[in-house]
T-cell receptor, first 115, second 115 residues
């Protein structure tokens, strides 16, 4: 079974600054996917970024990038130029490749962006 | 583009009452899931259905039943609601075979309070 750990229950950052959210996971699988989901106060789950484990290159999506360290089983999310709209709960999630699979989530990190 | 639709969005039940949460997706996905979200616990899998006609227990199935009515619809039933089932419930769907580009799509969530 997979486990996903987010060790930072809450974080805060000022507008325009950079913040990094941490995530570690444990799995015996070699091929898998990692995700960061954002949940704003509206409750909607929004996919922020996805990383395929077989890819060495770290994924980026505009102001969002990841630092994927497969050997260390670490998958952190960096948000650059933080905006007020980034205020949300962020969840790290794992899904194994191939066949039927489900998402395993971490407990989440609440990010507050202040002016 | 409806995606995943859940009903109702809010519900208050008395202890011992029963109810069914409805979920429908229009993306022709084979796999569907029910998660519950509790403060500090992340999202935990209740049940999932890898394909029409099959259902499997997740991490926290006790007190729930599910029905995969057809490919589009996956319902969650609470037969005798308990205060411990107060939570936010999410339905999600994805392609059956996990490969590059796979992601899960989520409904808006149902906030259920059992008094």
């Amino acid at each position: 079974a997979q486990t996903v750990t987010q060790s930072q229950p809450e974080m805060s950052v000022q507008e325009a600054e950079t913040v990094t959210l941490s995530c570690t996971y444990d799995t015996s699988e070699n091929n898998y996917y990692l995700f960061w989901y954002k949940q704003p106060p509206s409750r909607q789950m929004i996919l922020v970024i996805r990383q395929e484990a077989y890819k060495q290159q770290n994924a980026t999506e505009n102001r969002f990038s990841v630092n994927f360290q497969k050997a260390a089983k670490s998958f952190s999310l960096k948000i650059s130029d933080s905006q007020l709209g980034d205020t949300a709960m962020y969840f790290c999630a794992f899904m194994k490749h191939g066949g039927y699979s489900t998402l395993t989530f971490g407990k989440g990190t609440m990010l507050l962006v202040s002016p | 583009n409806a995606g995943v639709t859940q009903t109702p969005k809010f519900q208050v039940l008395k202890t011992g009452q029963s109810m069914t949460l409805q979920c429908a997706q229009d993306m022709n996905h084979n796999s569907m899931y029910w998660y519950r979200q509790d403060p500090g616990m992340g999202l935990r899998l209740i049940y999932y259905s890898a394909s029409e006609g099959t259902t499997d227990k997740g991490e926290v199935p006790n007190g729930y039943n599910v029905s995969r009515l057809n490919k589009r619809e996956f319902s969650l039933r609470l037969e005798s609601a308990a205060p411990s089932q107060t939570s936010v419930y999410f339905c999600a769907s994805s392609e059956a075979y996990i490969r590059v580009g796979t992601e899960a799509f989520f409904g808006q969530g149902t906030r259920l309070t059992v008094v």
